[in-house]
């Protein structure tokens, strides 16, 4: 099977632009989360998806937003970008609802300038 | 809210010396635990979890962990490092209870360095 892809791999974008990330989980898996990684927070949990509702939402401001098709695919959001938000944002898929092992991708370095 | 420490921010060994990587969680039910390996511009691997089943755990690439109630901690070892276990380990945890199971809370993260 095919693991986690996200797209694009690398992105830079100017403050105040807005941009869209996006997930396509394994195949069979209908449970999305989104991670952001900076050195200084870690890693934090932003989001999680399954059967294209929000099941779980992390501390992140309103500019930050997601969805999910019905195909599992994920996207996120983040408009009006600062430069606060230059991270790895990663995405990890499973199965179903369990306390299950999340499949993680290469993650999305985004630079904001 | 559930937590997890991680001490030492960095471990050095020398290759075939024994890893052990600390973590410990906050939490007085027992939690579902993970580790993950990351390794410069990659995503996260899981290395092993915890799901309340037996409770030392073994893993991929000769790693194992041992969940210690009493101790509410859940280190990872390795009985002889090798120069491919340089890398960046995390400790996870999802809390019992089936309203978060897709939320995990890492640790910091440790970066595993290792010398020939």
């Known amino acids: 099977k095919a693991g986690v892809t996200q797209t694009p791999r690398y992105l830079i974008k100017t403050r105040g632009q807005q941009v869209t990330l996006s997930c396509s989980p394994i195949?069979?898996?209908?449970?999305v989360s989104w991670y952001q990684q900076t050195p200084g927070q870690g890693l934090q949990f932003l989001f999680e998806?399954?059967?294209?509702?929000?099941?779980n939402k992390g501390n992140f401001p309103g500019r930050f937003s997601g969805r999910q098709f019905s195909n599992s695919r994920s996207e996120m959001n983040v408009s009006t970008l600062e430069l606060g938000d230059s991270a790895l944002y990663l995405c990890a898929s499973s199965f179903s609802t369990g306390p299950e092992t999340q499949y993680f991708g290469p993650g999305t370095r985004l630079l904001v300038l | 809210a559930q937590s997890v420490t991680q001490l030492g921010s960095h471990v050095s060994v020398s290759e075939g010396a024994l890893v052990l990587l600390r973590c410990n969680y906050s939490?007085?039910?027992?939690?579902?635990l993970f580790w993950y390996v990351q390794y410069p511009n990659q995503g996260l691997q899981l290395l092993l979890k915890y799901t309340s089943a037996a409770t030392l755990v073994k893993g991929i690439n000769g790693f194992e962990a041992e969940f210690k109630k009493s101790e509410t901690s859940f280190h990872l070892t390795k009985p002889s490092a090798h120069m491919s276990d340089a890398a960046e380990y995390f400790c996870?945890?999802?809390?019992?209870?089936?309203?978060?199971?897709?939320?995990?809370?890492f640790g910091q993260g440790t970066i595993l360095t290792v010398h020939p």
């Open positions: 195949s069979g898996h209908r449970s």
């Open positions: 939490s007085s039910v027992p939690p579902y």
């Open positions: 996870a945890v999802i809390p019992p209870g089936g309203t978060s199971y897709g939320k995990l809370t």
């Open positions: 998806y399954f059967s294209e509702t929000q099941r």
